[in-house]
C-alpha cells in the first residue's frame, strides 16, 4: 500500500460557481490543507493538522505550501499529431489545413516518428499541469498505438482515436470506409479499458469523410455506445459553405452529424463558433458538448465562441487548447484567452468559474466526474501544485493580491508552465522527474 499526504492550500469544486464571489457550497478551499492519497486515489481531504494526527507518523508528507493544490487540468480537444504545426502562418482553417496539418500528419506514417512525437507530446502536459486529455491521433493506426503505449506506461487518463477521413486530404492520409471501421475496432478491442485508456471514435469532420464513413461511424456509435465522439463543427464559414455543398440535403452542417446517429451526452464538438438557433436547438436536445477553444479561434481567425447564447439553451460547454490550430498546451493560458473572448462580448468569466471549466467542469463534459476533476474520496489522484510567484512580474503583482479570486485571476492571467511547480499522476510525482 501506497500512501501519500500532500499539504498545501486546496481548492477543489463541488458545483459550477455563478457569476461574482461565488458562494462556498461550489468549492471547497483550504488554507492549510491536506490531501490524503492512497493507492492512486482520494483518500480524505480536510485540514492538514487534522489529517497528519489521524494518519500518525508513517505517512510520507509533502510539503508544498505556499502553493495552490487544484486536480489536474483536463483538455477536451488536442491534436497530438500537430506539435510541429503551432504557429504556422496562414490566412485560414482550410488554407492552414492543406498547408500545413495535413503535410504534417503525413509524417505519422514514418517509422519511429508516431513514438517520438508522442513522448513529447506527454511531456508537453505534465510540464503544463494537463493530467487528461481528449486527443485525435492521426489516420494511421500506429500513430494511436504509439499515443496510448506512452499514456498507459505514464499511467495517464487519456481518452483518444484514430481520425477516419477518406476524403478531401492526401492520399496517404485517406482511410476507406471500411478500413476506417476495421481498424478503429480493433482498436478499440485493445485499449479501450486497457488501465486508464478510453477510446473517442473520430471522424474528424464532415468535409473530410463520404457519406459512407459517416454511416461506418454511426455504426459504431451503436456497437459502442459506452464509447465517446468527437468531431468538428461549425468552426469556420467557408467550411460551412463547404459542407453544405457536400451535404446538399441537409438543414445545416449540424444536421449531418444528427442524421448518422453521432450527437449524444459523450460527443465533443469542438468549437460551435457559427451556430444557428436550430443547430443550438439540436445540441442541446442531443445533450452533446459544445468545445471552446479560445487560442486556437484567435489565431486562426474563426471566430468568437458565444458561451452566453450557449448556456441561455442549456448546451453543455468544454474548455480545450485545440493544439496545434491552438498556440500553447497550457489550459491556463486558455483561459486567459477565453476571458478576452468573453469578455470583448460583453460576457463575464470569473476565475473561479474558468478553474472550474479546466477542472470538474471538463470531467462532467467527458461525463468522468467521480473518475477525475475533482479531490472527493475515491477519484483519481491526479493534481497540480500552482505557485502564483513563479516570475518576477507574478511575484510582484502578488504583493497587492489579498483574496483566492484575485490569485487565480493573476494565474490565469501570467501563469504558464512555470507556475506550475508539481504534477501528480495517481498520486505519483510526474512534472520534477521529467527530464
Known amino acids: 500500500m501506497t500512501e501519500i499526504l500532500l499539504r498545501g492550500r486546496v481548492l477543489t469544486f463541488h458545483d459550477e460557481p455563478l457569476e461574482g464571489e461565488a458562494s462556498t457550497d461550489t468549492y471547497a478551499y483550504i488554507e492549510d490543507g491536506g490531501l490524503l ?259 486556437s479561434n484567435l489565431f486562426i481567425g474563426s471566430g468568437l465562441f458565444d458561451l452566453g447564447r450557449l448556456k441561455k439553451s442549456n448546451v453543455r460547454n468544454a474548455l480545450a487548447t485545440d493544439v496545434g490550430g491552438g498556440t500553447s498546451y497550457s489550459m491556463l493560458r486558455t483561459m486567459d484567452e477565453g476571458y478576452k473572448i468573453l469578455n470583448i462580448q460583453g460576457q463575464r468569466y470569473h476565475p473561479l468559474r474558468s478553474f472550474y471549466q479546466a477542472t470538474l467542469g471538463n470531467a462532467r463534459a467527458l461525463s468522468l466526474d467521480g473518475v477525475i476533476g475533482s479531490f472527493k474520496p475515491g477519484v483519481e489522484a491526479d493534481c497540480v501544485v500552482l505557485d502564483a510567484r513563479a516570475t518576477s512580474a507574478m511575484r510582484v503583482r502578488m504583493e497587492t493580491i489579498e483574496t483566492l479570486v484575485e490569485e487565480l485571476m493573476l494565474l490565469q492571467t501570467m501563469g504558464d508552465d512555470r507556475s506550475v511547480a508539481e504534477v501528480y499522476v495517481t498520486g505519483k510525482a510526474s512534472k520534477s522527474t521529467l527530464t
Not at 152 to 177: E, F, Q, Y
Request: charged share 20%; net charge negative; proline share 5%.
Open 37 to 295: 492519497i492512497r493507492n492512486g486515489k482520494i483518500v480524505a481531504l480536510d485540514d492538514y493538522s487534522a489529517l497528519r494526527a489521524g494518519e500518525g507518523r508513517n505517512v510520507e508528507v509533502v510539503d508544498h505550501h505556499p502553493h495552490l493544490i487544484v486536480p489536474g487540468f483536463i483538455d477536451c480537444h488536442i491534436h497530438y499529431p500537430q506539435m510541429q504545426v503551432i504557429g504556422s502562418y496562414a490566412g485560414a482553417l482550410l488554407e492552414w489545413l492543406d498547408k500545413y496539418t495535413f503535410v504534417e500528419e503525413q509524417k505519422f506514417a514514418n517509422q519511429g516518428h508516431p513514438e517520438r512525437i508522442a513522448s513529447a507530446f506527454f511531456d508537453e502536459l505534465i510540464r503544463h499541469g494537463t493530467t487528461t486529455a481528449a486527443a485525435y491521433c492521426s489516420v494511421h493506426k500506429a500513430s494511436v498505438q504509439a499515443f496510448f503505449t506512452e499514456a498507459h506506461k505514464r499511467n495517464m487518463r487519456m481518452v483518444a482515436g484514430k481520425v477516419m477521413m477518406d476524403r478531401n486530404a492526401p492520399s496517404g492520409l485517406l482511410d476507406t470506409p471500411q478500413s476506417g471501421y476495421d481498424e478503429t475496432k480493433a482498436l478499440i478491442n485493445e485499449w479501450h479499458g486497457k488501465g486508464r485508456q478510453l477510446y473517442v471514435i473520430t471522424p474528424r469532420f464532415a468535409p473530410t469523410s463520404t457519406p459512407e464513413q459517416l454511416e461506418m461511424s454511426g455504426a459504431l456509435v451503436r456497437e459502442f455506445p459506452q464509447l465517446h465522439v468527437q468531431t468538428h463543427l461549425c468552426e469556420n464559414m467557408a467550411e460551412i459553405a463547404f459542407v453544405a455543398e457536400l451535404f446538399p440535403w441537409s438543414r445545416d452542417y449540424t444536421n449531418v452529424y444528427e442524421h448518422y446517429g453521432l450527437l449524444g451526452p459523450k460527443t465533443l464538438l469542438g468549437h460551435c463558433i457559427h451556430l444557428t438557433d436550430a443547430e443550438i436547438g439540436a445540441i442541446a436536445n442531443s445533450k452533446s458538448v459544445a468545445v471552446f477553444c479560445p487560442t
